[in-house]
């Protein structure tokens, strides 16, 4: 291979992202970072602007509450697991690109919405014990 990116050694594309990773780390941390952002964010310049509205009502207060609720339970080794796999399909996301229509979120919005579960219910809880107590007695 001549390292014209059709494949076999580290000359080709693949060499060529590492090398400029290797020459311009903060540049490659800076991309990387906004790949993340894009991808957790969903919003996207060509969604409406309502669209884009209902999906920051929707993720802004879910995020904060699979968090709270990752934290409760964190000790479990399935709530560790979870982790790791979104953090793997982040590390895919950064490592590559954020896709134009948020589809690689799809595959882990559903570990996140248990975590809010628990974060919600655990909230709610601690808001109006009373209820939880009349709910647990029924």
Do not use: E, K
């Not at 991309?31 to 929707?58: E, K, T």
Request: hydrophobic letters at 50%; charged letters at 10%.
């Amino acid at each position: 291979n001549s390292g014209n990116g059709t494949g076999g050694d580290v000359t080709g594309s693949a060499g060529r992202a590492i090398r400029y990773a290797v020459q311009h780390p903060v540049d490659t941390l800076a991309l990387m970072a906004a790949r993340a952002g894009v991808h957790f964010a969903h919003v996207r310049p060509y969604f409406s602007l309502s669209h884009n509205a209902v999906i920051v009502l929707w993720l802004l207060p879910l995020y904060p509450l699979a968090a709270f609720g990752w934290w409760r339970v964190r000790a479990h080794d399935l709530a560790r697991w979870t982790l790791v796999v979104l953090g793997t399909q982040t590390l895919v996301v950064v490592l590559t690109h954020a896709d134009w229509d948020g589809r690689y979120l799809a595959h882990v919005m559903p570990l996140v919405y248990p975590f809010a579960a628990c974060g919600l219910a655990a909230l709610l809880q601690r808001m109006m014990p009373g209820v939880h107590d009349r709910l647990a007695a029924a």
